[in-house]
């Protein structure tokens, strides 16, 4: 029993690792669009671009705990697609606000 626990919670950190890299370069890409004055409008897609790799992990790692948890795979693609919406939302809503008018 305390393997299990164990491997859940070494699961549940890959998973917020790879949260953490995905966050981490969604606000490096908002530093790297201001600098080349990427307009609101084209911000997530900018870094959608800049962190696919990231997207790619993240998407990766959720269903690598998911799938341990018994959760289909759609339900767990859907539950990540729908947590990097939020990231990339809440980016550009920062980067709208903080971008040279």
Request: aromatic letters at 6%; glycine letters at 4%; one cysteine or more.
């Amino acid at each position: 029993m305390i393997d299990v626990v164990i491997a859940m919670m070494l699961q549940s950190a890959a998973a917020d690792g790879a949260r953490s890299a995905l966050r981490g370069c969604i606000k490096q890409a908002a530093m790297e669009a201001k600098t080349q004055k990427v307009a609101p409008a084209g911000f997530t897609a900018f870094a959608q671009q800049k962190c696919a790799a990231q997207e790619s992990s993240f998407k990766s790692a959720v269903w690598s705990f998911d799938s341990k948890n018994k959760v289909p795979r759609k339900q767990s693609e859907a539950d990540a697609g729908l947590q990097i919406e939020d990231f990339l939302a809440v980016a550009a809503d920062k980067y709208a606000a903080e971008a040279p008018k």
